[in-house]
Structure formats: structure tokens, C-alpha cells
């Protein structure tokens, strides 16, 4: 049963294609996260009392 499950997978990604290639992925991969950078980034101080 486990077999008839890996290949049925192994099928579904050979025809699967996300459209998107690997470095175009990093790309993005990267770019969120210094959007989360920032936003943290933005709220250093934010615990401070004035």
C-alpha cells in the first residue's frame, strides 16, 4: 500500500509544474523575509515608554 502511494506521488509531481523556477522562488523566499525584517525592524522601540 505504501508503494502504490509513493508512486502515485512520484506521478503527481512529474506532471505537476509550478510554473516558477527554483531561483525565482529563492527570490521571493528572500524578499519576504526582509519584508519581515523590516517590520520588526520597525518596532524596535516600541516597548519604550516616553
Not at 509531481?13 to 527570490?27: C, D, F, K, R, T
Request: aromatic residues 8%; proline residues 2%; hydrophobic residues 55%.
Amino acid at each position: 500500500m505504501l508503494h502504490t502511494a509513493v508512486q502515485v506521488a512520484e506521478e503527481a509531481a512529474e506532471h505537476a509544474s509550478s510554473g516558477i523556477s527554483p531561483v525565482m522562488l529563492g527570490v521571493l523566499a528572500f524578499g519576504g523575509f526582509v519584508v519581515a525584517l523590516l517590520a520588526t525592524f520597525a518596532f524596535r522601540n516600541a516597548s519604550n515608554k516616553h
